[in-house]
């Protein structure tokens, strides 16, 4: 084979790459859009199902923190719905909503996250009260740890205790989370 058939069918490679990368990209977007179609309908009758439970009557105090922890939960779905179809777009680009927020708060909002699961296996979740105050995107920062949270969940013995550390140091703060499960530590 001389050097110009091999590069001639090096470019037909190249060509048939380029095309099948471009079909994979089409069909992705297919199924970030029906993926995000299928989300929003039961996140919208959710979030109508909480809006009406709350006009309904009035709840105890802690009925009504369940409710409160629902409601916050289904609006981070749907944000997070509306960042997968944002980050698809290849136009786009991913950005923080930065602002001055409570640790504390990120923290109490990623254990209710968690607590049912918690609660089936009789596991405690201990974080100490903290004032810290932190720059960055609440929806992110409690998605992260309540992702942690929920490994360590997942993979602890019941009647365990899981700890959530905050640390305050020179450029930032660091929220640890311990348990006695395997993984990571």
């Known amino acids: 084979m001389g050097g110009r058939d091999e590069i001639a069918l090096l470019d037909l490679s190249v060509h048939k790459t380029a095309t099948l990368i471009k ?3 089409a069909n992705k977007r297919l199924v970030m859009c029906s993926l995000a179609e299928k989300l929003a309908l039961p996140l919208a009758d959710i979030k109508h ?4 439970l709350r006009s309904s009557g009035h709840f ?3 009925e ?25 777009n290849e136009q786009t680009r991913f950005k923080l909503k930065m602002e ?29 009260a903290t004032s810290v105050l932190a720059w960055a995107d609440a929806d992110r920062l409690v998605q992260v740890v309540a992702n942690l949270l929920s490994n360590a969940v997942k993979f602890s013995p019941a009647d365990s205790v899981i700890k959530i550390g905050i640390e305050e140091m020179e450029h930032g703060i660091r929220i640890s989370v311990r348990d006695r499960g395997r993984g990571n530590p």
């Open 60 to 62: 105890a105090r802690r």
């Open 49 to 52: 199902t909480l809006e009406h």
């Open 64 to 88: 009504k923190e369940s409710l409160d922890a629902a409601d916050r939960s289904v609006d981070r779905l749907v944000r997070m719905v509306s960042d997968l179809i944002f980050l698809d």
């Open 100 to 128: 001055e927020i409570k640790i504390d708060e990120v923290i109490q909002q990623s254990i209710q996250a968690v607590s049912k699961a918690a609660s089936d296996k009789r596991i405690e979740i201990e974080a100490a």
């Open 23 to 25: 079909a994979l990209e």
